[in-house]
T-cell receptor
Framework: DQQVKQNSPSLSVQEGRISILNCDYTNSMFDYFLWYKKYPAEGPTFLIS?????DKNEDGRFTVFLNKSAKHLSLHIVPSQPGDSAVYFCAARAIQGAQKLVFGQGTRLTINP | NAGVMQNPRHLVRRRGQEARLRCSPM?????VYWYRQLPEEGLKFMVYLQKENIIDESGMPKERFSAEFPKEGPSILRIQQVVRGDSAAYFC?????????????FGEGSRLTVL
């Protein structure tokens, strides 16, 4: 039962362009969404989050959009930089069971010079 | 200002042996979480602990797996009688307070290989 899905295993973007990573979820009890970034042989690091009462949150080059009716969120990175090459995980937290995050499978982003 | 420290980084065990993974949370953090990542999958929640208490173990397999976070010392994830399917990366995370904002600080992981 995959409650959080990232349907694109990989994405390749040219440096300077916009990267858009997508995430879909099925559980309407999720109230908080997060994106984590992971380099090889390292642990995930928190990138940006959004509460279910908002539809957009921006932090520098990173913007997360939430479409509750479609149960869809996306992460926009603009402009993309080579250092952004990593695996990106979407995660969600339910109101009940708030102590655990449900992660998607991840999308490997490669930024080409 | 050390982050979350996990050891060992790599552990090789034969089927039937025991694996012990240790996690020292960030300084001042009293909430510890363990996640497991199987190859080509996302992280799966296993257990949430506070000092001397298991708060939520809904993601732990019913048998062979146990976790503790004693008053003194690191949190320990123990896997008894390991099988090949236990091969995975095990990540520990900590937080200062309960997971209200959702931001967890992860360690670099312990990679268990079962031969």
């Amino acid at each position: 039962d995959q409650q959080v899905k990232q349907n694109s295993p990989s994405l390749s973007v040219q440096e300077g362009r916009i990267s858009i990573l997508n995430c879909d979820y099925t559980n309407s009890m999720f109230d908080y969404f997060l994106w984590y970034k992971k380099y090889p042989a390292e642990g995930p690091t928190f990138l940006i989050s959004i509460s279910s009462i908002k539809d957009k949150n921006e932090d520098g080059r990173f913007t997360v959009f939430l479409n509750k009716s479609a149960k869809h969120l996306s992460l926009h990175i603009v402009p993309s930089q080579p250092g952004d090459s990593a695996v990106y995980f979407c995660a969600a937290r339910a109101i009940q069971g708030a102590q655990k995050l449900v992660f998607g499978q991840g999308t490997r982003l490669t930024i080409n010079p | 200002n050390a982050g979350v420290m996990q050891n060992p980084r790599h552990l090789v065990r034969r089927r039937g042996q025991e694996a012990r993974l240790r996690c020292s949370p960030m300084k001042g953090h009293s909430h510890v979480y363990w996640y497991r990542q199987l190859p080509e999958e996302g992280l799966k929640f296993m257990v949430y602990l506070q000092k001397e208490n298991i708060i939520d173990e809904s993601g732990m397999p019913k048998e062979r797996f146990s976790a503790e976070f004693p008053k003194e010392g690191p949190s320990i994830l123990r896997i008894q009688q390991v099988v090949r399917g236990d091969s995975a990366a095990y990540f520990c995370a900590s937080s200062l307070v309960s997971l209200n904002t959702g931001e967890l600080f992860f360690g670099e992981g312990s990679r268990l290989t079962v031969l």
